[in-house]
């Protein structure tokens, strides 16, 4: 089934706020091998200037990925999730994710395209705060490999 | 894999523009992985694709076997900017194609080669470009990688 093309300017519903906490950012930071301590130590953390324990720059796709789910859930947008492979990524951190964050997510569908027999979606969330304040912009391509 | 840092509270030895130029190449990393990694970061990132940790299924699908998530690459290779930079929270923008799949096999897993060039510096803003290379197997993995960072 192909990749419904229908869905490309499609825009969701804001979803209910994700709570960054301090023991996902240091999961996280321990899994993709952040070593930096503003992570774990609140202190450390707060003698630079931030609230509390701050994620690694690619945390915001947790959240984002869940938000693209709405999207890749929907069985009328054709999308077979084990013929996903990710295509593109990319972050711009208009501060960062911080430990006691409520954070909601905008999805957007931006395109839709076939190329190459493969069919790819960009898709991009928009991560605020629950008070409105702009906190990251994840933008992200899906490459849904054909059929053999 | 599990080290928990138990560095003092200091402030932050953020690197100074003034210290950088352009074309200046950052010291590279060796990244490895292997499955327990990707069941980690699986676990940590709540994406549980089953490409990236079974591969019965990976291969049933078309792959090699089984290949490491895209962001596991991406997150692991920005730690080589963040620890140049001296603070994780300077990044404002990362961005890469993910161009080649890092198979990752049941016996040995993979190393990730990182390296990282200075491309731009704007002395008024401090904001540092950096090009990050990416290779596995000799194949390049991520593509136009490019992380933008505010120094002091």
Known sequence: MPVNADFQGREYPPTEPYRV???KIREFAEAVGSTD???VDADVARARGYADVIAPPTFAVLIAQQCDGQLIR???AGIDFSRVVHGEQRFVHHRPLTAGDAIVGTLHVDTVREAGGHAMVTTRTELATEAGEPVCTATSTIVIRGGE | MNEHPTTPAAPATVRSAADVTVGEALPPVTI???RPR??????ASLDRNRIHWDEP??????LPDVIAHGMFTMGSAVTLVTDWVGDAGRVVEYGTRFTKPVVVPYDGGADIE???VVKALDPETKRVTVELTATAGGEKVLGRAI???VLD
């Open chain 1, 21 to 23: 906490s301090a023991a």
């Open chain 1, 37 to 39: 301590p503003v992570h």
């Open chain 1, 74 to 76: 929907d069985p009328d």
């Open chain 2, 32 to 34: 490895h992985v292997d």
């Open chain 2, 38 to 43: 990707l069941v980690q970061y699986a676990g």
């Open chain 2, 57 to 62: 299924f990976a291969k049933q699908v078309g």
């Open chain 2, 114 to 116: 990182v390296s990282g």
């Open chain 2, 147 to 149: 992380a933008v960072a």
